[in-house]
Structures are given as C-alpha cells and as structure tokens.
C-alpha cells in the first residue's frame, strides 16, 4: 500500500516536472523564435498541440531532466541525426542517445568521449553554443540552454549552407539585423499598402529613427498627394494581377527636400494556398546613374543642337539648364564678349535674377570688375568664395545684394586657337568653393560653349562671306538682289523711288596693269569706304566683282534733283587722289542711273537698265553720270547679238586683213606694210575693229583672232615675196591677252615654219602700256622673240607710263609715235615738243622712229625737218587690200599701177 502510495506520488510528481518543464520548453521555445525566424511569430498566435508545434520547428530540439533521461525531441533532431525516430523514446538516457548517433556514424566522436564532453557543460548555468563538424561534411550548430531546476534544453541546426556566407557561425543574425545592414530600400506591405517591415535605410530617409517607426504608415503619410496616389495605384495594380514589377524608375523626394531617383523592384507575397496578401520591394538610389545618363544625354542633344545650327541663345540656355539639373543651389550664366573685346553681353541666364542680368548686360571686362570682368581680362578662372568680403566686387556689391548671391565661379570661355569668346559663371547662395564635381561641370560646360559660340561665330562668317565681298566688306551681288527687292517693296506700298546706280571704275585695269594688283585693290577698298560714307545708311553699296558697284538709294524722293545731289557727291568722293604707296591716283567713273518705278519694275530689269545707261556714259566719254533712256538698251542688246556673231566669225571666214604702207622719209620707198583686220560681216559689210576688238578682248576670242592675223599676215608676206615682189617686213600688233599666253612662242614660230616666211620680215607691235605691266617678263618675252630673230615695236609711244631707264632695256627696233600727237603737229606746239623729243630719243638711242597718222603737207614737212624716219598714214596710201600692196610694189620697180 505504501509502496503503491509511493508510486502514486512519483508519477504525480513526474508529470508536475514534465508539466513543468514543458512550460520551460515553451518559454524557450518563442525566445528562441523572437530570435532565430521572424515566421515563428506567427506560430506564437496559434494553439496548435505543443508536440506538434516542436515538429513544426526547423531545428533539432531535445528536452532532458537533470538525470539525464529524455524528455521529449521532435521528428527534425532525428532527421539530421538520422537515427529512426521510435529509437527517440522519451525515457531513455543520455548514453542511449549517443550510442545511437554512434550507430549512425553521426557522432563527432566515440561515445566515452560524447559523455565526457556532453557532461562537462551540463553543470554550467550558461547557455552554450558549439559547432559540430559531422563526419559526411555537414555543420550542425547546437545550443544548449539550462532548464530551472535541473536539466535543459538542447537545439540542433544544419548551417552547412549558410557556412560560406557567415562572417561567424556562431552568432546568429536576426532578420532585422540583416535588412538594416542593406543600403537599398527594403520593406515589406500588407494589401492595404501599409508598411510591416522597413529597414533602417528606408526608414531614415523619410525622417524616422527607428524602422519600427514606419511599421503602419503608407505613401501618403511619406509623400505629396499626387506621388502617394501614384504609388497606390501601382501597387494595388500589382496586387490584383500578381505580376511582378521590376526596375521601374520612380522619383521621390525625401524627408531632408531632395530629389531622388529610384530603381524599385516589388514582388507580390502569397500564402500556402497561393493567396497574395501583401508584397515585398527593394528599391536602389540611382541618382548620380540617372544624372550621369541625363548629362550624357544633355551633352549628346546640345552637340546635336550645335551641327544643326541651333539658334546660339537655345543652346546655351540648354546648356545651362542641363548644369543647373545636374547640381543643388546652383544657376548658370553665360556672357558673349563682343567683337571689340572690351564688354560682356548677355548669352543665357534662364534663372538668374532677371533684373539683376540686364544690370550686368554690357559690362566693361577689366582687371576689377567682378568675377566675370577679371575672368575675361585675365583669361583665367576667378573663384570668388564671398562676394561681400572680396576686393573684385567692391563696385558691384551693392548691384549683387538684392538678390542673395554670395560666391561666384567665373571661367572665360575660349576658342580652340585661345582667343577669349565670353565667360562662364556659376552662381551659390552660400558661401563656399565649388566642389571637385561642380569643377568637373565647369570645365565641360566652358569646352561644349566655347565649341557652340566658335560654330556660331564661324556660321556668321561664312553668311557674311556668301554675302559681302571678301576684299571690301560690301554686300555682294547675293545680297543685292534681296536689298533691292525689299526697296521695291516699300517703294510700291509708300509711293516712293528707288534709284540704283550702277557704277564702273575708268580705266582701272590700268593701275592694276601698271601699278599691280596690291595698287588696285587698295584703290578699290578706298573708294568702296567713301562711297559708304556718301549715302545713308538705309541705302546699300554693293560691289559686283571687278571695279564694278551698285549704290541702292532707298525710300527717295520723287525728285531726279535730288537723285542728281548724290550722284554728284559720289563723283567727288571718287575723284580724290588715293594714296598708293609713293603715287597719287585719281579715279573717275561712269555712272547709269535708273529710278523705280519709271525705269523697271522688278530688280533685273532696273540692273539691266542701269548697265545700259552706264555704257552709254562711257560711249559719251567717261567720267560722267548717265539717267536711262529706253533706247539704250536697243544699243546694248545689238551688241549682245553682235558678240554672239563675233563667235562664229572665225569659223566662217568672215575675217580679212588689210595693209597699211610704211614709208622711208628719207628714200620714199615702201619698206614695211601694218597688217589690219576687218569683219566683213555677211549683212552689215565691212565692220572696223575699233567695233569689234574691245569685244573680243572682253570674251577672249582675241586670241584665237590674234593667231590667225599672224598666220595669214606672214602667209600673205611669203607669198608677195614668192610672187618677185621686193621683200619687206609685215607689222603685226599683238595684244595685252594674247602678250600673257604662255605658247605666245610658239605660236610665232609655228606662223613662221608654215608660211616659210624669214623671222626678219616679222615685225611684233606691243603697246608702251602692255610692256609696263610686267617689264620683267615682257622683256624677257621680247629678248625670246627677237632671239628669233623677229623684230620688236613699241606702238602707241607717249601715252603710256615707261621710264628711260626701262626703254633702254627694251630689246626693240622702232618706236611708233602715237597718232594723237601726230593729228595736231602742224599747230600744236605741245604735240610738237613731245615729237621732237620722242625723235630726239630714239635717235640716241639708236631706235627708227615712225609716225604714224600722217595726213597732211605741213605734217610730213615737220617730220622730215625733225629727221623722223619713217611714217605710216593716209598722206601717202590709206589701208589696201594684198592686191593693192602688190601693185605698189610693182610700180616701185617701175610698173605702171597704183595702190588702189
């Protein structure tokens, strides 16, 4: 009875300690859990069995008493054990355990040694946690927690996977502890969209100081209206479809007020039956990345913005709205220098204080004048940290003050060969240096204008250029016609004029020929200059190429007076002497005049009209202003047609020479015949050169024209000579173009070989003036053709601008002396004097002089008393035909026929 009493107490006792120890158990269990897995909070809710419960934990767990027998352990201790779980009885000790984990080879060391080490820190009140290296390569962590009152408590985890991650597998690592480690954003919500789990990263940006904090909140506790209505929308989205959304950007802006741009990521959660009831996200800070890809971006657009020929002020207020995006209480500006250099003009300021750019539109760049004047003066960067406390704005401080700006960072903007273009400056509200990336900015920012202004700048040069006349500046036959159309249109609407005058320089080829091309151009500049200076500046000068100008006089009154005042004004203006180098020139012009709407309706018509009337101011002999008349334009266009005829004159034979006999003063005999050409037109008859030359100069046909007059010239000679007549030497003149071929040469000795004419009875007439063009080359050319043994004139003498020096280097035979001296010899004693020297001088210098157009008694009376050698005119015989120069020749030897 006793001994069933006994029994009775013990059992009663046991399962006071086994409830008592399962209360311990599942104390320890849910520290445990607050520690080891999140997840086990929600096990704390339910009233599941509490065997269950311990099979439904991940880890191992053993309960023994304190005499070492087991209590209780769940189905995952036998699994990583791999002992059989009925062997796991409650009841049996601690050394039946081992020998079974020593049956199952899953003991780390044999079963003396297990007790001995297990016994060791059983009587330690401490919670113990050691590793156990499995011999199949596993790692179990095991803990061992004293139970009150004797025993404990024993978990067992398999951490071979989490092994290679762990900085320490010996401390374990909440959930919580791991998320706030993460510097993304990481959160977890519930299907209302309000946060369970946030991490320290998240919740610290949105002006939290704890994570837990942000437990319950949702977008609209954190964000504007609008942005918190964005992100519910998309999450709810996201709720009902189940499909994830991955890196979308998003902007937000934080608790502190700064931008930022987010790549977030959120994932719907689901439950054990595939129900979602909330969602997980991560969300990374790429700012700096999407400011990076918007400057690259920028940068890419506003090159594009330059190589199209984006307007300057565009590119540069893009340029600094990009800069400005890029940094935080920062704004831009951009100053032009202008043409001058001396001063500073607004380029782009897009949120700069508006009043106070104008204040600063215009400033005088110097060594002090804040920091963009000193930037641009110096042609260095100027970092200006205060602006109340640096010298440089001492004049400017009080301009600045309004507006709040206290430091200012001014870099001149330069071109690729170093020149100063404008500056760049930044503007703070604080007081600081620009930091290394604001620096960086700077640098780019001064490169991508300098290249946008040298582009603009190089645009505006290439648009002038198209336009304008490269060696005087004035607009150019391109503008002209937009000029002059533009006249006509306000002309027609306010019933005014427009005069235009067309201008051609007189005799300007001469000083090019004379004096060089440098003399002609300097001319041209300086009657171009005060032409401008002559007219308003509504009018426009034009230069068409050439010595020829164009003046638009624009918005004039009816009235031809008036008209007349300005012309007369160019006329003096032309006429001053112009200095070039030790010469004094001066200029004259011919002048045609049109006046709209009387003269033309439309731009060609008026231009047309006014070329008509300007070659009839030269037919009247230059230097003189011509208003037009309708049939000046018949004269021109009978020229036009006769040109047009002159080209296929040649080919058709319509050419034929004459000769003028060249006679001895002294013997009276023939010694030389000029040869002279002549048209014979098929309807008009004989046309005279003085027709026809100037055209063919003018269009180059001379050449070709030239050529064959030698040709036939020296033909014609041979064949006087093959016909017994007595030999004499053909005189041929040779012009300006046809003197500068390089094959001039050629084509002599080529007319000499085919006519088998001797070179001695070739005789070359060159003008005084086409000699003093070139003297270098012109004797050298002269040297090689009297080489040839080919005889040299200077025809014309007198009128043209050679020294006494240079004549004695002239290889020459003859001068002729100029028919214009020669017309009024018998009563003019000026012509008299300069034909007595010119005879005077060939003598000494052992040259024959011949006269030519001598006409009357009294002047071959002159001559001969003056010991003139030869002479050529209608006195003795006008220009014959080839039979009429045989027959005078025939009579000489004593026949009985005439020149005619």
């Not at 010899?825 to 005077?840: H, W």
């Amino acid at each position: 009875m006793v001994a069933e009493s006994s029994r009775t107490a013990v059992e009663t006792a046991g399962q006071t300690h086994l409830a008592a120890l399962s209360r311990l158990a599942v104390a320890s269990y849910e520290s445990l859990e607050r520690e080891l897995r999140a997840t086990i909070a929600v096990l704390e809710a339910q009233a599941r069995r509490f065997e269950m419960a311990i099979d439904n934990i991940p880890q191992g767990i053993c309960f023994f008493d304190v005499d070492e027998r087991l209590i209780l352990c769940n189905r995952r201790y036998a699994q990583i054990y791999g002992i059989a779980p009925d062997k796991l009885q409650a009841g049996i000790t601690l050394a039946d355990v081992v020998e079974h984990l020593v049956a199952a080879g899953t003991s780390t060391m044999d079963a003396k040694a297990y007790l001995a080490f297990a016994r060791s820190i059983k009587s330690s009140t401490e919670s113990t946690t050691w590793i156990a290296e499995l011999k199949d390569g596993r790692i179990i962590q095991v803990g061992r927690q004293p139970i009150p009152g004797g025993g404990w408590v024993s978990t067992h985890e398999d951490v071979t996977e989490l092994a290679a991650t762990r900085v320490m597998v010996s401390e374990r690592v909440s959930l919580q502890t791991l998320i706030d480690w993460v510097p993304d954003y990481l959160w977890v919500k519930d299907s209302e969209s309000r946060f369970v789990v946030a991490n320290k990263a998240l919740a610290a940006d949105h002006g939290r100081q704890h994570p837990s904090e942000m437990i319950g909140l949702n977008d609209f506790d954190l964000h504007a209206p609008e942005l918190a209505r964005q992100f519910r929308a998309s999450e709810q989205d996201l709720l009902r479809s189940g499909q994830p959304m991955v890196d979308k950007e998003e902007f937000i802006v934080d608790a502190s007020g700064t931008g930022k741009w987010l790549s977030s990521t959120k994932v719907p959660l689901r439950n054990a039956e595939d129900e979602i009831f909330g969602l997980v996200g991560i969300a990374r800070d790429i700012t700096a990345r999407r400011q990076a890809d918007d400057l690259r971006d920028g940068q890419a657009h506003i090159l594009e913005m330059i190589a199209t020929s984006a307007p300057l002020p565009e590119v540069l207020e893009r340029l600094m709205r990009l800069i400005e995006s890029q940094l935080s209480g920062i704004v831009g500006s951009v100053l032009l220098l202008d043409k001058d250099g001396t001063h500073l003009h607004h380029g782009a300021a897009p949120s700069l204080a508006k009043e106070y750019t104008h204040a600063i539109d215009g400033t005088r760049i110097g060594p002090k004048v804040g920091s963009c004047g000193t930037a641009a003066y110096r042609r260095e960067r100027v970092i200006v940290t205060d602006i109340v406390s640096d010298p440089l704005w001492e004049d400017f401080r009080d301009l600045v003050r309004p507006y709040g700006y206290r430091s200012c960072w001014s870099t001149p903007i330069l071109s690729h060969t170093g020149v100063v273009l404008g500056v760049f400056a930044m503007y703070s509200k604080t007081v600081r240096e620009p930091t290394k990336a604001e620096s960086n900015l700077i640098d780019f920012t001064t490169r991508i204008a300098g290249i946008a202004i040298e582009r603009k700048l190089a645009e505006d040069r290439i648009h002038f250029m198209a336009n304008h006349d490269t060696l005087t500046g004035l607009p150019n036959r391109a503008l002209l016609g937009d000029r002059l159309s533009q006249a006509i249109l306000y002309a027609q609407r306010y019933d005014r004029w427009v005069s235009v005058v067309f201008i051609d320089l007189d005799n300007f080829k001469l000083v090019n020929d004379t004096l060089g091309h440098n003399a002609g151009d300097m001319l041209l500049k300086t009657l171009a200059s005060r032409m401008v200076r002559c007219v308003r500046a509504t009018d426009t000068v034009v230069r068409l190429g050439g010595d020829e100008f164009v003046v638009v006089l624009f918005d004039q009154d009816p009235d031809v007076d008036l008209v007349g005042e300005t012309l007369q004004k160019l006329r003096t203006a032309i006429a001053e002497p112009v200095c070039l180098g030790e010469r004094h020139i001066r200029a004259t012009a011919s002048m045609g005049v049109v006046n709209y709407p009387d003269d033309g309706a439309t731009a060609d018509v008026l231009l047309a009209n006014a070329d008509a009337a300007m070659y009839r101011a030269k037919e009247l002999g230059r230097d003189n202003f011509q208003f037009y008349a309708p049939e000046f334009n018949a004269t021109a266009h009978e020229k036009f047609l006769l040109q047009e005829e002159l080209r296929n004159a040649l080919a058709r034979g319509e050419f034929t020479l004459l000769y003028q006999p060249q006679v001895d003063l002294r013997s009276g005999n023939v010694f030389a015949a000029e040869a002279l050409i002549r048209w014979n037109h098929p309807s008009l008859g004989l046309i005279a050169p003085m027709k026809f030359i100037p055209m063919a100069e003018e269009t180059g046909l001379i050449v070709q024209i030239g050529d064959w007059v030698l040709h036939e010239a020296c033909r014609q000679n041979k064949a006087w000579q093959d016909a017994g007549l007595p030999p004499l030497v053909v005189c041929v003149n040779v012009s300006a173009r046809q003197f500068k071929e390089k094959n001039l040469i050629s084509h002599v000795i080529d007319a000499l070989e085919d006519s088998g004419l001797e070179a001695k009875y070739l005789e070359l007439e060159l003008t005084e003036s086409l000699i003093m063009q070139n003297v270098d080359t012109a004797v050298a050319m002269m040297s090689a053709l009297q080489g040839l043994g080919v005889q040299i004139s200077i025809d014309d003498f007198g009128t043209g601008y050679s020294s006494l020096s240079a004549l004695k280097t002239f290889p020459v035979a003859r001068l002729k002396i100029d028919k214009s001296f020669i017309n009024d010899l018998a009563t003019d004693e000026n012509d008299q004097a300069v034909a007595s020297a010119v005879i005077s001088l060939g003598q000494k210098l052992n040259l024959r002089v011949i006269a030519e157009g001598v006409e009357t008694d009294d002047q071959v009376a002159f001559l001969r008393k003056n010991n003139c050698d030869e002479m050529q005119g209608y006195h003795f015989s006008k220009p014959v035909s080839a039979e009429g120069i045989a027959r005078l020749l025939d009579k000489e030897q004593g026949g009985h026929t005439s020149p005619e």
